[in-house]
């Protein structure tokens, strides 16, 4: 096989994505190198993610070069990716999981002992997603949220310089670039009660329908077990017919007697009351349909 082309944007953390791909493809004798591409997202910095137009914006500009055949790949995080793909790619496969939480990030000046999450009164918290707005409002009706773009080193640089008393990440970004951060006090949020958005914490590589050679190769690095899971999370959001801006949660995870355990969550805005939908199965079939059934009671879509 001649060397893969891996499509990437340019961000610190879609590099580690990019150059753990390449580790993986290299421990099973295949060569790769990099092409960094910048997306419509990495180029419209002033925006939250629920004013850009359209599903799929840190990812059309990669696709577009799939579709040309200049790239014979692309490495992405999974929950930014539309539940549909556009003619001719496919997913080929999935990652692990890293830990799939998010997590509270309070600058220590700000951190209040014997308040709940340690908020101060009013805190400033940062988040441009609307399923973490809704999630942190619930637990603390008194913060004032404000948005915040960049990618997630220059999200900690402003909440350093005093911009916010807290941010709110995803925990996998912080665990794969292996930040420093010392200078905050952390919170893990439990997944089951803060829970994240569909996929969070995987991986998903994409390439042309067409080029069997390359599929076949990346179904060597996939993690079928994983899938069963991503599959009820992401097939929830297909049926909500939502983009990776939509105020839902979905987190199910498998236990070692082979049960599914899924928590969901879903905003009608921040002055409602969430609706949440916890169910455990034997099986995956027809379980994001339930749960489906099960948030959207009395929410008009």
């Known amino acids: ?24 493809l290299k421990e099973i004798g295949v060569e790769s190198e990099l092409k960094i591409i910048k997306t419509k997202g990495d180029k419209i910095q002033h925006l939250s993610f629920d004013k850009i137009e359209g599903k799929g914006f840190f990812t059309k500009e990669i696709e577009d070069e799939l579709l040309a055949g200049t790239i014979d790949l692309a490495v992405h995080s999974m929950k930014d990716m539309p539940t549909t793909q556009p003619e001719g790619l496919s997913l080929a496969a999935i990652s692990y999981r890293e830990d799939a939480a998010d997590c509270l990030v309070i600058r220590k000046e700000a951190a209040t002992q014997g308040k709940l999450l340690q908020l101060p009164e009013h805190a400033i918290v940062g988040t441009s997603s609307a399923r973490r707005k809704a999630l942190i409002k619930t637990f603390r009706p008194d913060v ?34 292996e930040l420093d951060m010392s200078d905050f006090e952390m919170i893990r949020l439990n997944p089951k009660e803060f829970v994240p958005a569909p996929a969070q914490g995987v991986l998903t590589w994409q390439t042309k329908t067409d080029n069997m050679e390359v599929r076949r190769t990346l179904r060597k690095l996939h993690r079928s077990d994983v899938l069963q899971c991503t599959n009820v999370e992401r097939k929830v959001l297909r049926l909500l017919d939502g983009g990776c801006h939509l105020p839902l949660g979905v987190f199910c995870e498998a236990d070692d007697m082979g049960y599914y355990h899924v928590c969901a969550i879903l905003s009608g805005g921040l002055d409602q009351e969430l609706n949440v939908v916890n169910l455990s199965s034997s099986t995956t079939k027809n379980l994001a349909e339930t749960i489906f059934a099960q948030l959207t009671q009395g929410v008009d879509l």
């Not at 096989?1 to 993986?24: E, F, H, P, V």
């Not at 999200?155 to 925990?171: H, V």
């Open 144 to 177: 004032v949220l404000k948005d915040i773009r960049g990618n997630v080193p220059t999200r900690l640089q402003k909440l350093k310089e005093g911009q916010f008393d807290a941010i709110l990440l995803a925990i996998a970004g912080i665990n794969r670039l």
């Open 1 to 24: 096989m001649n060397k893969l082309i891996i499509g990437t944007r340019g961000s610190k953390l879609a590099l580690w994505q990019a150059y753990y791909t390449q580790d993986r």
